[in-house]
């Protein structure tokens, strides 16, 4: 099988032309409407596979298998769960050059890009969180209730117990490593799930459940079902079989899920959108500076949620500062994902290729100038050159919206003050990065900045040891870190008079 010019290896072809189906209770199967859902590669449109088109009656089956295992998995021995996760972070880890061709083929994102962020951060992430499962714990406590009967005393603790079925509804940008980043601590935490992959990008999942399901996860433990946002999506997060919804993706279908959520009080984690600023101060290196904001926003072409979209340069060095970035996208390489040249891949789709130009064409409109790029890219893909705007108003769409592109707009800024305000006129507060070395200026800022991450002289500096989520409606809760115990668990109070 090839695609374009690319010869894709005969065991990866051969998967991909099989009829793909879903993975319930620990057995692959269609959608039960029968239907199917064609999967595209970006890079020329060509079809790739087809997986099961699913639906209510899938999450329901799917559910119901999760609600049947989690009878038993959540008794399961800690150290059980953490091997598990291990042995599959170890069988990801053998077969990473093939899943990152596949998440290249689905997604469009260079495949030196797939192997090295991708897989390397999945694989660090499920051996980070394995060690999670048995560290777990509750506290005990010494209460002081007056009415405790002569010669009694009391015993209290708490207990953290597994919040029950997760349902999990992932986007396309990172699509293996965010199914990781909800079924890694599910299963650690000693939840069962429901993991619908989005429509654009479902294939990694399906093959993640395939080898969880080789390295001995319990049948039910582990469920994914593809299908459609507003169908299969929608369903899993109403179902009130289901304790906890994880979701990433865009805010406005965040707050379509907490609303369904919220009718059965299932706990929701949402990540959301982002607009996160890259503050540029005056004595920053300006070189360094623009080479990491370039990173910021053309890494993964754009279609991260801690995208650095915002860039506030001081005024003094705003010139200097566009020059460098300006030379930074233009050394990009625009070609399919599976070229050995390629650093900017082709976007997710058509819609969403439609949907950046349309920002940039808003930008012209509203007094932008697009100091490089604003075009598309080779023929046949869904390309969208790495492009830099300035002169837009802080009011401008293209500075308030999530465009989830290779698209940045540059602004100045006079004094400190005014950045914080700038940085700020966001609906979002999911991250943001400071470029300088004046340590005053910077731990001033930072308890300014509403957002859940700030980095300084990096941006994206994310690790599994570090909470990762945002404020304002970027998000509600944390995943990363200690997360699994604070939302992959509930707490329960007990009190013995003894
Ligand atoms: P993006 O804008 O990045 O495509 P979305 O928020 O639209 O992100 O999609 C993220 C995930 O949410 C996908 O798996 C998609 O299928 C799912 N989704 C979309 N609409 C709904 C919905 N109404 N209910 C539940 N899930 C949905």
């Not at 008794?75 to 880890?93: C, F, G, M, Q, V």
């Not at 293996?176 to 909800?182: C, D, E, N, P, R």
């Not at 650095?308 to 070609?335: C, M, N, P, W």
Request: one cysteine or more; a negative charge.
């Amino acid at each position: 099988m090839t695609t374009a010019s690319f010869a894709i290896p005969s065991t990866l072809a051969r998967w991909l032309d099989q009829r793909r189906q879903m993975f319930i209770g620990g057995h692959m199967v269609d959608a039960a409407g029968g239907e199917q859902l064609d999967v595209f590669n970006p890079a020329d449109a060509s079809q790739l596979a087809r997986v099961p088109l699913g639906n209510a009656d899938d999450i329901d089956l799917a559910v119901t298998a999760a609600r049947t295992a989690f009878k038993t998995w959540r008794h399961s021995r800690p150290n059980r769960r953490e091997k598990l996760l291990l042995d599959l972070a170890d069988a990801l880890e053998a077969r990473a050059d093939e899943f990152a061709l596949l998440e290249t083929l689905d997604n469009g994102k260079p495949l030196t890009f797939s192997r090295h962020m991708d897989l390397a951060l999945a694989i660090d992430f499920l051996r980070y969180t394995a060690g999670w499962a048995t560290k777990i714990e509750g506290r005990s406590m010494t209460p002081s209730m007056p009415a405790v009967p002569d010669g009694h005393r009391l015993v209290a603790y708490t207990r953290r117990e597994p919040v029950g079925v997760v349902g999990a509804i992932i986007p396309w940008n990172f699509p293996l490593l965010m199914a990781v980043w909800k079924v890694a601590p599910a299963l650690a935490a000693g939840c069962c799930i429901v993991l619908k992959p989005a429509e654009d990008t479902p294939l990694s999942a399906l093959m993640l459940a395939e080898l969880a399901d080789q390295v001995g996860f319990p049948p039910g433990t582990l469920n994914v079902v593809t299908g459609l946002g507003h169908d299969a999506g929608a369903a899993l997060a109403a179902h009130p079989g289901i304790n906890k919804i994880a979701f990433t993706g865009s805010t406005q279908v965040g707050k379509l899920i907490a609303k369904a959520a919220v009718e059965n009080m299932t706990r929701t984690t949402l990540e959301l959108g982002g607009k996160s600023p890259v503050m540029v101060l005056r004595d920053a290196n300006l070189e360094a500076a623009a080479a990491g904001a370039a990173q910021a926003i053309f890494f993964n072409q754009g279609q991260v949620c801690t995208a650095g979209s915002r860039i506030y340069v001081h005024e003094d060095v705003h010139d200097r500062f566009v020059e460098h970035l300006v030379k930074q996208a233009k050394a990009l390489t625009l070609a399919p994902g599976t070229e050995a040249d390629s650093t900017l891949g082709p976007l997710v789709s058509a819609k969403q290729q439609r949907r950046v130009l349309a920002y940039i064409d808003s930008a012209r409109q509203q007094g932008g100038v697009i100091a490089t790029g604003g075009g598309t890219g080779p023929d046949g893909g869904y390309f969208v050159e790495p492009t830099v705007i300035t002169g837009l108003a802080q009011e401008s769409r293209c500075v308030q919206e999530e465009i989830f592109g290779p698209v940045v707009v540059v602004q100045t800024f006079r004094d400190l003050d005014e950045l914080v305000a700038l940085a700020n006129d966001s609906p979002y507060g999911l991250a943001a990065s400071l470029w300088s070395n004046d340590l005053t200026a910077v731990n001033r800022l930072i308890p300014e900045i509403e957002a859940g991450s700030v980095w300084v002289n990096g941006h994206n500096l994310l690790d599994p040891c570090m909470p990762f989520g945002g404020f304002k409606q970027s998000g509600i809760g944390r995943e990363m870190g200690d997360s699994l115990v604070t939302h992959y668990t509930e707490e329960k109070s007990v009190v013995m008079l003894v």
